[in-house]
């Protein structure tokens, strides 16, 4: 039988990229949401350039 995960339950670190470029990383997602906000207001920079994604770290196994 197969368990669908929530991906907070995965360990790793949340990324803020802008342009495809690494800005920053934390392993708190609420700091990277605070860092995206404060260097990239929504008035200024369009959404399509800012992006925010986990990489996932140890032994994952889905079944």
Not at 6 to 19: D, H, I, S, Y
Not at 27 to 55: C, G, H, M, Q, T
């Amino acid at each position: 039988m197969s368990k669908e995960k929530n991906p907070e339950e995965f360990q790793g670190e949340w990324l803020l990229l802008f342009n495809d470029e690494i800005i920053d990383h934390s392993n708190n997602i609420e700091d990277i949401l605070k860092l995206a906000e404060e260097k990239y207001p929504e008035d200024r920079f369009p959404d399509d350039d800012i992006k925010i994604s986990k990489v996932l770290s140890g032994d994952i196994r889905l079944h």
